[in-house]
């Protein structure tokens, strides 16, 4: 007879598996390092055990943006792309349950490849900076479907392996996917990056002021 349950883990668990093989394979190669294969699989299933608990991925019908539960924030992630060469833009903002912006911030991304890197790179970075402000019960909010594709089917995705490792978000922090209308704020922050050529990166408290009416008009829908 056969366990489903034990086949579904062991497909979940196989990109972490030759992830680990692929880093055990660099350790022994450049440090002369050998890793315990038992160590190997058992770091494996942690990792993707940590990635099923933190991913949290939902298709929201609404058209507007939604204010977070009471006791948790919400961090929306936007990001631009083109084909033409120019530096990528990322963007965050972070508001509170009542729909007030507790803080943005914009960055730029060279030699990024594809829309899909961009996008993964956003999110990375917003993850981080969550980390680093030791912000808690974190809800991120992406638009990005192809994104959504990646972090639902890591092992279809291969070559992006190394940026869905990294986008590890702690416990009691969740993904979710929404509506274009619902993240224009955080995508209209990254798309001045690639539009406007606004380069320099930084993280301010409050939110533009030039999207002032929009958020406004969010905090209180």
């Given at each position: 007879?056969?366990?489903?349950?034990?086949?579904?883990?062991?497909?979940?668990?196989?990109?972490?598996?030759?992830?680990?093989?692929?880093?055990?394979?660099?350790?022994?190669?450049?440090?002369?390092?050998?890793?315990?294969?038992?160590?190997?699989?058992?770091?494996?299933?942690?990792?993707?055990?940590?990635?099923?608990?933190?991913?949290?991925?939902?298709?929201?019908?609404t058209s507007k943006?939604?204010?977070?539960?009471?006791?948790?924030?919400?961090?929306?992630?936007?990001?631009?792309?083109?084909?033409?060469?120019?530096?990528?833009?990322?963007?965050?903002i972070l508001r509170?349950?009542?729909?007030?912006?507790?803080?943005?911030?914009?960055?730029?991304?060279?030699?990024?490849?594809?829309?899909?890197?961009?996008?993964?790179?956003?999110?990375?970075?917003?993850?981080?900076?969550?980390?680093?402000?030791?912000?808690?019960?974190?809800?991120?909010?992406?638009?990005?479907?192809?994104?959504?594709?990646?972090?639902?089917?890591?092992?279809?995705?291969?070559?992006?392996?190394?940026?869905?490792?990294?986008?590890?978000?702690?416990?009691?922090?969740?993904?979710?996917?929404?509506?274009?209308?619902?993240?224009?704020?955080?995508?209209?922050?990254?798309?001045?990056?690639?539009?406007?050529?606004?380069?320099?990166?930084?993280?301010?408290?409050?939110?533009?002021?030039?999207?002032?009416?929009?958020?406004?008009?969010?905090?209180?829908?």
């Amino acid at each position: 007879m056969v366990n489903h349950n034990a086949y579904d883990r062991i497909r979940q668990v196989f990109p972490w598996l030759l992830w680990q093989i692929w880093k055990a394979r660099n350790s022994l190669v450049f440090n002369k390092l050998h890793v315990n294969p038992h160590n190997m699989v058992a770091k494996a299933y942690e990792e993707a055990e940590l990635w099923q608990q933190a991913q949290s991925v939902e298709v929201r019908a609404t058209s507007k943006w939604c204010k977070p539960s009471q006791g948790s924030i919400k961090c929306n992630v936007g990001s631009s792309w083109n084909k033409s060469g120019h530096p990528s833009g990322a963007a965050w903002i972070l508001r509170d349950h009542n729909g007030s912006t507790i803080m943005h911030s914009r960055r730029a991304y060279f030699a990024l490849r594809s829309k899909e890197e961009a996008d993964l790179y956003s999110l990375l970075w917003a993850v981080e900076s969550m980390r680093d402000l030791r912000k808690h019960h974190v809800s991120f909010e992406s638009s990005s479907t192809e994104m959504r594709d990646i972090l639902l089917n890591p092992q279809n995705f291969h070559h992006f392996h190394h940026l869905v490792s990294a986008i590890t978000p702690l416990r009691g922090w969740s993904v979710h996917h929404a509506n274009l209308e619902c993240n224009s704020v955080a995508g209209a922050i990254a798309t001045s990056v690639t539009t406007g050529r606004r380069y320099q990166s930084y993280v301010a408290s409050n939110g533009p002021a030039w999207l002032h009416s929009l958020l406004s008009a969010e905090a209180i829908s």
